[in-house]
């Protein structure tokens, strides 16, 4: 069965998100990623499989360990995405904040 996943639906899981924030450093092997969890080494796989279909992580076969990588364009495409909603929001909590020193003054 295919399943087709999206980058949005792999960074909502925490765990996915962890492994994300590890690999932004430095790439690893799925054994030093697991070492990094509390969780069983076969469940850590099913996350970096579900980030490498979204093409977050780049898997990279070195004799025999695969290195994982962060892929870095799609994670810029994400952060693309998102930061027009983060500048709106941006802007209304300032708003809101004059507003608020204002009222204090008063």
Not at 60 to 73: F, S, T, V
């Amino acid at each position: 069965m295919n399943v087709r996943r999206d980058a949005f639906q792999a960074i909502a899981d925490p765990t996915r998100r962890s492994i994300l924030m590890l690999l932004a450093s430095q790439s690893m092997t799925a054994g030093a990623i697991s070492s990094n969890f509390d969780t069983a080494r076969p469940t850590v796989s099913k996350h970096l499989q579900i980030l490498s279909e979204c093409e977050l992580l780049t898997p990279e076969q070195k004799g025999r360990e695969i290195i994982y990588h962060l892929n870095a364009d799609k994670m810029k495409e994400i952060a693309d995405f998102i930061e027009p909603f983060r500048k709106m929001w941006e802007d209304r909590f300032n708003t809101l904040e004059n507003i608020m020193k204002n009222y204090k003054k008063k």
